[in-house]
């Protein structure tokens, strides 16, 4: 599954590129319907997924134990605004903290290309829909489970499985959040049993960072949101702030039950 993850999405494009991006170049056709064809290889990823667990007689939720079923609307939606916080701080901490210009620089090409003249209902179907899903299925459901069960302790597995989706990620500094909020997707899964979780979680981090993306590739938009280091900063706070709030009331839900 994770070969198919990493060349699915190449193999999808060359073929749409031979069917409909004629006379453009390979960086032209990928600006112009990336995004598309990305989403186009995650939905059949999934479909060949969900056949090849049909084939060993379950179901893709019992593989990867989704429980949709146990979904409790308050945690749902905590869990989502923890992900929506994370990405804030995330985002705070990279505008105001001065990294060298190589580490930076390259960051800011990489999160301008995610969304560079995709159709925005497309665009917005892909990162919080269908990646947050193909994504924790395979990383925080299928090979964390898999590790588990060959007897790996439950902080490597964690730890292994943030790094092959860290690795995924373009540019150092994309890498390193990639890894480190991989961590907290697999915590929340693993500590609920329950990978809808980090699905939420992942949904709502990938939601924030929509609007961000957008803010920072408008120079007006970005000169009057983010324009100001110190403004920023308290986007940051605030951020940080929330997430050790929730994270407390987490815990004190987790030690009633």
Known sequence: MYIGFLILPSVVGVIGKSISGQGKTVDQFFQDSGVFYNLVSYILLIVFFRYLCKREGITLAEKVTIRKEELKPRKTIGVFFFGACMALAISAVLTVIPFPDFLINSYEAASSEVLKNADWV??????????????????????????????????????LTSFLFAILHAGILWKLYAFFVGCFFAYIALKEDNLAYSIVMHSGFNFISIPTIYINTHPNLRAVIFGNKLIVAMYGIIAVMSLVLMYRVYQRVVSKS
């Open 122 to 159: 497309i665009a917005i179907l892909a990162m919080v829909v269908f990646t947050p899903f193909v994504e924790e299925v395979i990383f925080r459901g299928y090979i964390f489970n898999r590790l588990l069960r060959g007897e790996i302790s439950e902080h490597t597995t964690i730890l």
